[in-house]
């Protein structure tokens, strides 16, 4: 079974201030996607990275996989009250399930 | 319109009691699943069907039972409900079986047992 960790757990900071979250497996993954949850909502996708070393910038997110396809990170520039919310990454090996990652909570203070 | 929809959204029952929750998705997927997020927040999938046949079914107690009539719905029925079975329950579907397609989520059930 995958194990996905992601870090921090909890992240609180000020609207402004970049952040950046992280996934980390000891195995390999053939593609690496990533969730934002609100309370009382389902997981909505905002990337889907197959390519060890791809980057993909959603606006002010960027998201990163590493060269040996065992780890991504999610990096948010000057973030705002909006990008409150549960980051998910989840990764799968070939076309198994998809193995969902421990979550880090964030919260952007106005 | 809802892209995949589940009810009830919350669910309140005793310990012992049967429960359904229905889930419907109107995108013409071929692959529905049932996750199981706990109070930690981990999802975790339960059972996945592609084009109403059962592909996954992870270690799952056999008090769940998934139903199909189509491929537009799948429901998943609980007998002899337990305490540690509190949790929100979110349906979901993707075009075709494969993890690299990406996955639409229902809303959630929250199912309190008491």
């Known amino acids: 079974t995958q194990l996905l960790e992601q870090s921090p757990q909890f992240l609180s900071i000020q609207e402004g201030e970049n952040l950046t979250v992280y996934c980390n497996s000891s195995s390999v993954f053939s593609s690496l996607q990533w969730y934002r949850q609100e309370p009382g909502e389902g997981p909505v996708l905002l990337v889907t990275v197959v390519t060890g070393g791809e980057v993909k910038k959603l606006k002010r997110l960027t998201f990163q996989f590493g060269d040996a396809r065992k780890d991504s990170s999610l990096h948010i520039t000057a973030a705002q009250p909006g990008d409150t919310g549960l980051y998910l990454c989840a990764g799968a090996v070939g076309n198994e399930k998809l193995t969902f990652g421990t979550g880090t909570r964030l919260t952007i203070i106005p | 319109d809802t892209a995949v929809s589940q009810t009830p959204k919350y669910l309140v029952t005793q310990m012992g009691n049967d429960k359904s929750i229905k889930c419907e998705q109107n995108l013409g997927h071929d692959t529905m699943y049932w996750y199981k997020q706990d109070s930690k927040k981990f999802l975790k999938i339960m059972f996945s069907?592609?084009?109403?046949?059962?592909?996954i079914n992870e270690t799952v107690p056999n008090r769940f039972s998934p139903k199909s009539p189509d491929k537009a719905h799948l429901n998943l029925h609980i007998n002899s409900l337990e305490l540690g079975d509190s949790a929100v329950y979110f349906c979901?579907?993707?075009?075709?079986?494969?993890?690299?397609?990406?996955?639409?989520f229902g809303p959630g059930t929250r199912l309190t047992v008491t």
């Open positions: 979901a579907s993707s075009l075709e079986q494969g993890s690299g397609y990406e996955q639409y």
């Open positions: 069907y592609n084009n109403k046949e059962l592909i």
